[in-house]
């Protein structure tokens, strides 16, 4: 797990340790020691810590204007034991909705096992963002499962082209326009 590293080709448009706004801003990062790990593994440090002792994520891009997010997460999600999305939501998302973010697209191939407790939280957070929307794209299908039988995609957008988004060849900007499309598409 160690060789997993967030994506950084996106960083000559933006890095979250030097957004004011971001949760992340003036994190420094050592790129020699590990000293982040999931169980026994341990992962890359450029990885961000908000509070799970299983979950990681990391900020790719944030557009206040167009109010929209991209994050990546590692790990397995766990709200059963740990309520990863209450801590996600208090140490992470609520800092970008009070700056004027409203639509989050989390990137998912990379969280290993879900393990769902109750949906106040993600209900909490659908019903914070008025206006707009949480996509969830290319989850593992054992995760999609899990989430469905929690029946948290009522909160969050998954499945069918949004979990086949070869987005690792897109810019920021094309990643938001392909989802918000599809998201439009499914609602109108």
Known sequence: MQNIEPFFKWRDHYIAAEDEHSPFFQIQYNE???????YNY???????????????????????EKEYAIIEFIGE??????????QLKREVLETMMDNG????????????AFHTSDDCYYEEWFQDIEEGWIAGINFREHVLEEIKNAAIDYYINLGGKLNNLNWRNLTPIQVFKTVEEELTKRLG
């Open 101 to 112: 973010i409203r639509k989050f697209i989390l990137i998912g191939e990379n969280i290993f």
């Open 32 to 38: 020699f020691f590990y000293d982040k790990q999931i």
């Open 42 to 64: 341990f992962i890359h440090p450029q990885w961000d810590d908000f509070g799970s002792n299983t979950l990681y994520l990391k900020i790719l891009f944030a557009d206040y």
């Open 77 to 86: 999600w766990n709200d059963a034991i740990d309520n990863d999305i209450m």
